[in-house]
């Protein structure tokens, strides 16, 4: 009768001596940030949206670059001035006193190659190498090591005001040294180095030096002439119609 009872009552729904069990909900895991979305496109959007990402990260790290270069610059240059200021004393020491040829040229095309604003000391014992050393091939490398320190001044912003200072220097030790010199092969390369010089007065040892006895000099002296002509604007040049 009992058992009756109650299962009666449960049909009749009056029965709720247990709550019922509600299931509980799962909830889905996160997704990292952007798998959602290129799973929700397609394939190509997904791809496209990928390489957004990239183009991003790299514009960053572009901008991040260009804000530190001047610092990184500059300690590169001050680096460069520590290293190479013992190595031009001591070539200097090498082009004056060695008596091995290979020695003085290897510390003439070291000095060329890495002198930007020579010193009143530099010059002078260039100047000494072009007017006294016995070999010519040693002299010729000084007048293209001078030929190389006036490029390296023109291409150098911070010695523009140096060269100003050190051209009429240069200028005069090259005519003398062309004025003494009897190999024509220096006496060539002498016209070479006056060549680099934006020294105005540079022009008329070249116009000099067109008359020079030997064909491969005079050569040399017209070709300075037409490209320091085609390097300096003409004033008074007429417009162009």
């Known amino acids: 009768m009992r058992f009756e009872f109650l299962v009666r009552r449960q049909n009749e729904g009056r029965f709720n001596s247990f ?24 394939p190509k959007q997904s791809q496209r949206f990928q390489l957004s990402v990239v183009a991003v990260i790299l514009a960053m790290s572009a901008v991040t670059l260009v804000a530190f270069s001047p610092s990184l610059v500059s300690l590169a240059q ?12 001591s070539s200097l020491t090498r082009l004056s006193t060695s008596t091995q040829t290979a020695e003085r040229l290897q510390a003439v095309a070291w000095l060329g ?16 190498a072009l007017q006294t050393d016995s070999d010519p ?16 001044q023109k291409q150098n912003p911070g010695a ?3 060269a100003r200072n050190v051209e009429p220097q240069l200028l005069e030790i090259l005519e003398s040294s062309y004025s003494k010199e009897k190999n024509a092969v220096v006496r060539r390369c002498i016209v070479e180095a006056a060549a680099q010089l934006t020294y105005p007065q540079a022009a008329y040892f070249i116009t000099r030096a067109k008359q020079d006895s030997d064909p491969s000099v005079s050569a040399a002296a ?8 085609l390097s300096t604007p003409a004033a008074f040049a007429p417009p162009l119609k």
């Open 19 to 42: 709550p019922p069990v509600v299931p509980m909900l799962r909830q889905p895991a996160l997704k990292p940030l952007g798998e959602d979305m290129a799973q929700s496109q397609s």
């Open 78 to 89: 001050q680096s460069s001035v520590q290293v190479s200021q013992p190595l031009v004393t």
């Open 113 to 128: 190659k890495h002198v930007t604003t020579p010193s009143t000391n530099e010059l002078n014992t260039l100047a000494q």
């Open 137 to 152: 091939t040693v002299r010729a490398s000084v007048a293209n090591a001078f030929k190389q320190i006036a490029i390296n």
């Open 160 to 162: 523009v005001g140096h």
């Open 222 to 229: 017209k070709e300075a002439e037409h490209a320091r002509d």
